[in-house]
């Protein structure tokens, strides 16, 4: 057989799509699964947003809805964007400095292909999402993995060793974080933006869940360091359309016309469809406040509820409370431990026995051996505290088996 490209042979399935083919079966089979795994709200937008771009759909026989797009997205979404971001406290931009894209997985597969060249390294904090390695790894590049504090802050100390150390190519921040829900603070903010601006690095910042905040604010670091700074974005959480793909990335307009230029070879452009939706959320702006506060509030209650079934069924696990996104990050390493198991083995089985999907943290980071990630945004309170019930159950008749050493 003709052989392949060696860095695609190192891709592998994503953690969520290994959960979900085992999902699919369990569901064919009739079970009905708790979904603590996905990373998606758990209802549509709102009805009034659906209403009105439906009858677009209905009303315009032209081609406007259906046509090709240009490459950055439409003129219109990005002005959109830019002052969407301005009310939101962040930086002034102008609509050249925005490239829409497929997703906020084009969006880092274009910003990463435009800077990476084989050999570079790419700093992680341990724990992080896991949607940058593969990309990193397949363009040839090597993640560094630097830890974090107890309130999963950067350790910025580690990672001034690191950048004395080696010659790194960029940082990734995500803040709200996920897995952890951690919001990076204004001292931790600053210290990276002078780091990488001193060490002339990238600093790329996932602000996927920039306006899931139950509390404290925002930083946004490409105030501190414009020069540095690749933003990337996605409207999967908000408004919720992860299956419609558009996501936006922002820097400064030469980063951009190159990102473009990828966005170009690997989709054209951005779907027309999912762009005109943003536009309509974007436009009204009652419309947009009222659907933010709904999601933040559902998201709220959930959190609190899986806090609270934490410290009720699992007391003996540790868990900083997510200051924002749809996650939390639970260790469960007293349980774990006794079991002489680690979390990939627990959620397996977890799924597999009790049908609660959950994610092992091993994928978020190489110190994550006994922590799992459970959202909170797919699921009512009630399923929410049931799936919690049922890992202390699990835990509790795996114990019941494991002989005492
Ligand atoms: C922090 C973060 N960045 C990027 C993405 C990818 O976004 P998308 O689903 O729009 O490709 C996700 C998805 O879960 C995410 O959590």
Same mark, same amino acid.
């Given at each position: ?48 947003? /659906?209403?009105?771009?439906? *009858?677009e ?10 046509g090709?797009t ?7 979404? /990005? ?31 274009? =910003?990463l292909?435009?800077?990476? *060249? ?5 700093i ?22 630097i ?11 580690k ?5 004395e150390? &080696?010659? $790194? ?10 897995p ?42 490409y ?5 540095? =700074?690749?933003? %990337? ?32 070879e %690997? ?11 943003? $536009? %309509? ?23 609190? *509820? ?14 900083? @409370? ?7 990050? =639970? ?12 979390s ?7 799924l597999? @026995?009790?049908?609660?999907?959950? =994610? ?21 309170? &009630? ?5 919690? /019930?049922r %890992? /202390?159950?699990?835990?509790?008749e ?8």
């Open positions: 057989m003709p052989d392949f490209n060696p860095n695609v042979l190192r891709i592998r399935e994503s953690p969520t799509r290994k959960i979900d083919s085992i999902k699919e079966r369990l569901v064919k089979e009739g079970k009905d699964i708790i979904l603590l795994s996905a990373g998606q709200p758990g209802f549509p937008p709102p009805r009034e947003l /659906r209403e009105r771009l439906a *009858k759909l209905i009303e315009d026989d032209t081609m406007r809805l259906y090709y240009p490459t950055s997205g439409l003129a219109e979404l /990005r002005e959109l964007i830019a002052n969407d971001i301005k009310e939101l406290g962040g930086p002034s931009l102008t609509p050249d400095q925005i490239l829409v894209t497929a997703g906020g997985q084009a969006a880092m597969f274009s =910003v292909s435009s800077i990476l *060249k084989p050999g570079d390294k790419v992680h904090f341990d724990p992080t999402y896991f949607g940058y390695q593969p990309l990193i790894e397949y363009l040839g590049g090597k993640v560094l993995w830890p974090t504090d107890s309130e999963y802050q950067p350790n910025i100390e990672l001034k060793e690191a950048l150390r &080696e010659k $790194i190519k960029a940082i990734i921040l995500v803040t709200p974080d996920n952890t829900g951690r919001i990076i603070d204004e001292k931790h903010a600053k210290a990276l933006a002078d780091l990488a601006i001193d060490h002339d690095l990238w600093l790329i910042v996932d602000e996927a869940y920039k306006t899931l905040i139950f509390e404290g604010e925002h930083y946004w670091l105030k501190y360091a414009p020069e540095n =700074v690749i933003a %990337i974005d996605v409207f999967s959480k908000d408004p919720g359309i992860p299956g419609w793909r558009l996501g936006f990335v922002y820097s400064k307009e030469e980063l951009i016309r190159r990102a473009k230029l990828v966005l170009q %690997i989709v054209y452009c951005p779907p027309s469809i999912a762009q005109h939706f943003v $536009i %309509i959320y974007l436009k009204d702006r009652k419309l947009k406040e009222l659907t933010r506060r709904r999601l933040l509030e559902e998201l709220r209650v959930r959190r609190n *509820k899986t806090i609270e079934s934490i410290e009720r069924y699992l007391p003996e696990a540790k868990v900083v @409370k997510p200051r924002g996104g749809m996650f939390s990050f =639970v260790d469960l390493e007293s349980y774990l431990k006794k079991l002489r198991m680690d990939e083995e627990f959620s397996k089985l977890l597999e @026995k009790k049908y609660v999907a959950s =994610v092992p943290g091993s994928y978020f980071g190489p110190t994550q051996k006994y922590t799992v990630r459970l959202s909170f945004a797919a699921e009512s309170p &009630e399923r929410i505290e049931e799936g919690i /019930r %890992i /202390r159950e699990l835990i509790d795996l114990q019941s088996r494991t002989p005492s050493s």
